[in-house]
T-cell receptor, first 118, second 115 residues
Framework: AQKVTQAQTEISVVEKEDVTLDCVYE???????LFWYKQPPSGELVFLIR??????QNEISGRYSWNFQKSTSSFNFTITASQVVDSAVYFC???????????????FGKGTKLTVNP | EPEVTQTPSHQVTQMGQEVILRCVPI?????FYWYRQILGQKVEFLVS????????KSEIFDDQFSVERPDGSNFTLKIRSTKLEDSAMYFC?????????????FGDGTRLSIL
């Protein structure tokens, strides 16, 4: 079975602090994909990044960076120099690869609510 | 940038009534999904739809639920006889390719409140 755990329910930081959101996943598949979505207070789900199980390279996009480690089944998300606009709920999600039965569903974690205070 | 559009943004319905939630996926997308999020909880998969057929559904998606693509642009979720526990945010998503590396793009959601 597929499972995503985001152990941090809520995090509160002061603007300009760095913050890391943890994501640990469980799967028996050899091929899978990981995603991060952002849900701002307005409620929509915004796609941030995807990563496949064969690519363990870390990725940086502006103030955002992602650290994928298969050895620990983790896909952590770091925001550098956080801003008030980063305040949102962040969801990590997992999906099976094409060779693993073809399920298209995303399995989400429970989310981490990040509050960035001015 | 093209986006998934959902209407209405908020729907209030009496228990036992039928409700239809509407979605307009991104125009060149072929794969469509519904998810729901009970307040404060995680987002859960309901159903996937391709080529006018359900390709996968979760245990949540029972006989009270149905989906339809009535024309070339809309994708609807119908709940036949709503229950209090159907109160949730319902998200529509779409993608042009079902391969796993393609992200599903989500709409803004419809908040369904059952009284």
């Amino acid at each position: 079975a597929q499972k995503v755990t985001q152990a941090q329910t809520e995090i509160s930081v002061v603007e300009k602090e760095d913050v890391t959101l943890d994501c640990v996943y469980e799967t028996r598949d050899t091929t899978y994909y990981l995603f991060w979505y952002k849900q701002p207070p307005s409620g929509e789900l915004v796609f941030l990044i995807r990563r496949n199980s064969f690519d363990e390279q870390n990725e940086i996009s502006g103030r955002y960076s992602w650290n994928f480690q298969k050895s620990t089944s983790s896909f952590n998300f770091t925001i550098t120099a956080s801003q008030v606009v980063d305040s949102a709920v962040y969801f990590c999600a997992l999906r099976r690869g094409e060779t693993q039965g073809g399920s298209e569903k995303l399995v989400f974690g429970k989310g981490t609510k990040l509050t960035v205070n001015p | 940038e093209p986006e998934v559009t959902q209407t209405p943004s908020h729907q209030v319905t009496q228990m036992g009534q039928e409700v239809i939630l509407r979605c307009v996926p991104i125009s060149n997308h072929l794969y469509f999904y519904w998810y729901r999020q009970i307040l404060g909880q995680k987002v859960e998969f309901l159903v996937s739809f391709y080529n006018n057929e359900i390709s996968e559904k979760s245990e949540i998606f029972d006989d009270q639920f149905s989906v339809e693509r009535p024309d070339g642009s809309n994708f609807t979720l119908k709940i036949r006889s709503t229950k209090l526990e159907d109160s949730a945010m319902y998200f529509c998503a779409s993608t042009w390719d079902s391969r796993s590396n393609q992200p599903q793009h989500f709409g803004d959601g419809t908040r369904l409140s059952i009284l």
